[in-house]
């Protein structure tokens, strides 16, 4: 069964209302261990690190936690953002900011997917892999998970599968990992793919 299309707009007033209410289903509650696993494989502290639609941001937590120091946190929902000002006022390290990703300009070393791809609606996801593209700088990095499932009902979250995946990133990205997630939260097990793509060289 193919889930029918998303007709309200996914736009600020919908995901605020949507942390308002308390309807944060997304939330894990701490830091996804294969966004963590990946990152304390990096030795360079320093590389500029974006994580669009963060949350609550427990990947950001744990990168202050573990010495990193250039990190920027997007979300478009004020309720959102208003409580990672907060949370993290007293560390420099991290900015936080109430944008539309759309719209962000920037450099960024890494970015890291956490549950924001999934939450675009399907028509904006090659939109959402040029512009990822677009603040890359040259070699940079985009990792973390996608769901390996089609959700029968309506999203977000929207679903995919690898072949999906394969055709519509390698335009702008090399594809080094695209592979079954074996360290998932118990929840999601099976159903994520665990990413780890290269910018493509500017020809």
């Known amino acids: 069964m193919q889930p029918k299309k998303f007709t309200n707009e996914l736009d ?3 995901w605020n209302a949507r942390w ?3 309807q944060t289903g997304w939330d894990i509650g701490f830091a ?5 696993s990946f990152m304390q494989q990096l030795n360079n502290k320093n590389v500029a690190i974006l994580i669009p639609g963060c949350g609550n941001a427990y990947e950001a937590e744990f990168l202050l936690a573990n ?6 946190l997007i979300d478009i929902a004020e309720e959102a953002v208003n409580r990672l000002k907060e949370k993290f006022k007293n560390a420099h390290q991290i900015r936080v900011l109430c944008q539309d990703y759309f719209h962000h300009q920037g450099n960024y070393d890494v970015i890291i997917e956490q549950t ?3 939450a675009q609606v399907l028509e904006r996801r090659a939109e959402y892999v040029q512009k990822t593209a677009s603040l890359l700088n040259e070699n940079g990095l985009l990792i973390g998970v996608l769901f390996n499932v089609v959700f029968e009902k309506e999203g ?3 679903g995919g599968n690898k072949n999906e995946y394969q055709q519509l990133f390698e335009k702008e990205f090399i594809i080094k ?8 939260i118990a929840p999601r097990a099976g159903n994520e793919l665990f990413i780890h793509f290269i910018k493509k060289p500017q020809q």
Do not use: D, K, R
């Open 116 to 118: 924001f791809f999934c």
């Open 32 to 36: 996804a261990p294969a966004i963590t």
């Open 20 to 22: 308002q209410n308390g």
């Open 67 to 72: 010495g990193f120091t250039n990190i920027t």
């Open 156 to 158: 977000p979250p929207f």
């Open 177 to 184: 990992t695209l592979e079954p997630c074996y360290n998932s």
């Open 12 to 14: 600020a007033s919908f």
